[in-house]
């Protein structure tokens, strides 16, 4: 199944299951969650540390790389979808909120292009 196939719930539900299947639970605080979580965003983060930001953009499958990128972002959000089992977050909740308060703080026509807003005190 693909991403226009599958829910939110779906995946929370295929963590869940695997997680009770194994009675990992009890291993599932928060805390732990959290650490295991940045735990994966690192090791996803090594598949990029030693290329350009161009290479970045073009990772080439051949090796298997894109694949490799693949599980360890799966990983990432496999955590991601247990901590919110964990603390009952409804994602789509917390994402739409944060996208509302991301677009109160960075305006569009402030931050088109750029990751900072226009400073006019250097144009002086």
């Known amino acids: 199944m693909t991403d226009q196939e599958t829910t939110i719930a779906e995946?929370?539900?295929l963590v869940h299951d695997f997680v009770d299947a194994r009675d990992w639970h009890q291993f599932h605080s928060p805390?732990?969650?959290?650490m295991a979580l940045a735990i994966e965003a690192a090791?996803?983060?090594e598949h990029f540390q030693w290329i350009t930001t161009?290479?970045?953009r073009v990772i080439d499958d051949k090796q298997g790389k894109l694949?490799?990128?693949?599980?360890?972002?799966?990983?990432v959000m496999c955590y991601a979808m247990a901590l919110a089992?964990?603390?009952?977050?409804?994602i789509s909740s917390a994402m739409r909120d944060k996208?509302?308060?991301n677009e109160s703080k960075y305006p569009a026509?402030?931050?088109?292009?750029?990751y900072g807003p226009e400073d006019d005190s250097s144009t002086d």
């Open 11 to 13: 995946l929370r539900d």
């Open 31 to 34: 805390k732990n969650l959290s």
């Open 43 to 45: 090791e996803l983060m």
């Open 54 to 56: 161009d290479a970045s």
């Open 67 to 75: 694949a490799a990128i693949g599980e360890e972002l799966a990983d």
């Open 85 to 90: 089992n964990e603390l009952d977050i409804d």
């Open 99 to 101: 996208m509302k308060k």
């Open 109 to 114: 026509d402030e931050y088109r292009g750029r």
